[in-house]
């Protein structure tokens, strides 16, 4: 109960904060309202925003790391947080006025917020987050369509692809398993050996839930040869 009180007042505070933010962002008062989700920031987290977009996302996630255990629910929230910076910025980036080199950066900071953001929330769901707290598989969705055509980082699309085999979307989670297979063998992680998890564990299905997936059992198994034939190709090349 304490803890479930706890995450109530955390998101009264959240909701008001980017209350306040979204008004100062119609008003392009857009360091003000930076500077208020920064306050929330570090009251809810004794933390910046700046330093969650400095580091690298496995830092951040290990700073919400509390008696051995993510707390996941804390990092869909501060996911919230730099998903709002993002339309801040992208507010700012649409300002007339500013000169080419400031609307440039303003759209990359967004852009990179955005994929930030997706990053923890799908991290988030991907280990148990609280689904209903803050809505957050509609505000993947939204994210999702917000950076489309956009490349992810790997790390980021390992984590859609679990998160798309989590909701039973077999044949998205096999696009993101095949964009991550096709990096190059020069890429300094490989997902070889993940992908050929994810077939295997899809052929203990029924025939109904793959297809319901998305991804018929021919596919399943298409997909599996072919990943174990990368594999062993890639050990020769390493002997």
């Known amino acids: 109960m304490f803890r479930k009180d706890y995450l109530l007042r955390m ?3 959240m909701t008001e904060a980017i209350g306040k ?29 700046s330093l969650l977009n400095s580091l690298p996302a496995e830092d951040v996630i290990e700073m919400f790391r509390f008696r051995g255990v ?4 804390n990092l869909q929230q501060a996911a919230r947080l730099i998903e709002e910076e993002a339309y801040i910025y992208q507010e700012k980036a ?4 500013i000169d080419d080199r400031e609307k440039m950066e303003a759209e990359d900071a967004g852009l990179v917020r955005l994929m930030r953001a997706l990053h923890f929330y799908l991290y988030a769901m991907n280990h148990g987050a609280n689904r209903e707290l803050l809505q957050v598989p509609e505000r993947i969705e939204e994210v999702i ?12 699309e390992k984590q859609l692809a679990l998160y798309r085999e989590q909701q039973a979307r077999y044949d998205a989670a096999e696009n993101s398993w095949y964009r991550l297979l096709h990096l190059g063998t020069e890429y300094p992680v490989q997902y070889v050996a993940d992908a050929r998890a994810f077939y295997e564990r899809l052929t203990k ?7 319901q997936g998305g991804l018929p059992r021919d596919e399943v198994e298409e997909g599996l040869t072919q990943v174990e034939a990368l594999e062993s190709k890639r050990q020769q090349v390493n002997e």
């Open 11 to 13: 998101m009264e505070e």
């Open 21 to 49: 933010a979204f008004t100062l962002r119609q008003q392009r008062k857009h360091t003000e309202a930076l500077s208020e989700l920064d306050e929330l920031m570090r009251r809810q987290f004794g933390m910046n925003l």
């Open 70 to 73: 993510i707390e996941v629910d």
């Open 94 to 97: 649409r300002v007339e006025g």
């Open 145 to 156: 369509a917000q950076i489309q055509g956009y490349e992810l980082p790997a790390r980021t």
């Open 205 to 211: 299905l029924t025939d109904e839930q793959l297809e």
